[in-house]
């Protein structure tokens, strides 16, 4: 599914017209890409936990080459899958 066919569905399921579900899906990202990149946790009871985790320093190697190289350590968005989310997709199975 992309964001395009989430944006009829929630549309259709709201009773709302596709361009106030677009802004809705679009304001609730914004929300939680600026939440997170303050440095705090978007828990969504049922559903999981956005949060940002550090990742430490570390050596890779160039797959050209074979040379190490030093990858710097950086701050990454991190999803926690909540328990409801996680029993209904072993449900499906």
């Known amino acids: 599914m992309n ?3 989430l944006v009829d569905i929630v ?10 579900a677009e802004q809705i ?3 609730m990202m914004e929300t939680i890409i600026t939440t997170v990149s303050k440095g ?3 828990t969504l009871v049922g ?8 990742r430490k320093a ?18 990454v968005p991190g999803f926690k899958v ?3 989310f996680s029993e209904a997709v ?3 199975r």
């Open 90 to 92: 072993n449900k499906r």
């Open 40 to 42: 705090d946790k978007v």
């Open 47 to 54: 559903f999981g936990t956005f949060e940002a985790r550090n």
């Open 82 to 84: 909540g328990k409801e």
């Open 58 to 75: 570390r050596t890779g190697r160039n797959p050209k080459t074979n040379e190490p190289l030093h990858i710097p350590a950086k701050r």
């Open 11 to 20: 549309a259709k399921e709201a009773g709302t017209t596709k361009k106030d």
């Open 25 to 27: 899906i679009n304001k």
């Open 3 to 5: 964001k395009a066919e």
